[in-house]
């Protein structure tokens, strides 16, 4: 595979404002073309070295892919001037004002290398003529398996268990857990992931509960019910989400929906940060009517997941206040790091660009691939 070195020309205006170090992060490698004429230049922002690895594999150097560490925003975007693609992921920052840069710069199609479009400004993006891709489904069993994971860890306590043992403490007081066997659990969306943490809890013998407003039929045969929010807050002992994170159900967990659920609830979100209000969060810990809450994403994690900031201070008091509880797991946005997930995105995104290189029809994309608002 042919591959290449860009010059990292910094365009004039607010880019001037990045700071030396972040400059210093970027990473531009560019990979060949193979003559093709279908060829197209992405700008790839927020990568990390797996990302590289992963999406270089299914490119096989056919578009030339420019790697950006550093996340998109309105600071970044003119790092993507000339490139017809950008290749953006979930903390990307995608509002109007950096759309419009996008756009002035040539770019024509954004590839989401996740699920979630959250973060995507999609009015804007059409108003600009831009084309938003996505991987709809790439594997649940990653979420839905970290999940479950976060509800097994709490419950046994095993965050404590493995730091006791290791210091020589093999005292049992204080790790008490209960059988999954006869819980009842509630799902609040019951898609592609909801329903493998349908199966998996399934097998453990739980009771389902599940709220969506689109019946899944399969999670029916499973022998779940769909009931009422209300409801599937008042019976649950774990409540787990599984829904996207939409203007309608931001906060969808606050202190009213906290203040009907059972005492000592098992809290979990795997979906997006802001589906919590984690203010309500930490006072429902607190009085504890919240007995042990399960994170892997937060609303503020922009500033903080998948970057190492050990050597720093956390300016974020609410998170810092989350991380002292002993019945807090918090783990940051990994739910979908497996081998098998990076391998599918890769796959779908590089085909999502190859679709998009070929005719610039959306209606070739197969369905669900292209968000509109
Ligand atoms: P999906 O599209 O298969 O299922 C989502 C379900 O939520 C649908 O059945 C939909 O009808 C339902 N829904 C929509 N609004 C709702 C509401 N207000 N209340 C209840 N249900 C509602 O999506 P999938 O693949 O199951 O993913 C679910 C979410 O998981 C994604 O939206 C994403 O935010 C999150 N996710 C997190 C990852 C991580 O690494 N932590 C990785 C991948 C996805």
Redesign the pocket.
Known sequence: MMSDCLAVNLPSGPIRDLDRFQVARMVIVGHGRNGQNDFMNITVFSTKSYDRKFLDAQNHGKHRLNYLEVHLDEKTAQLANGSEGVCAFVNDRLNEPVLEILAKGGTRLIAMR???FNNVDLAAARRLGILVARVP?YS?YA?GEHTVGLMLALNRQLHRAYNRVREGNFALDGLLGFDFHGQTVGL???????QVVAKILRGFGCRILA????I?PEMEELGASYVSLDQLYHESDIISL?????P??HH?IDASSISKMRDQVMLIN???GALIDTKAAVDGLKSGKLGYLGL??YEEEADLFFEDLSGSIIRDDLFSRLLTFPNVIITG?Q??FTRDALAKIAETTLDNIDLFSQDRDPSKFPPGRIVDP
């Open positions: 996740c699920a979630g489904a649940p979420v609040i969306g019951t898609g592609k992931i909801g709220f969506d407003p689109v899944n599984h829904c996207p994170l939409t309608e159900n969808l795997t979906s997006r892997d994403v946005h739910a979908f």
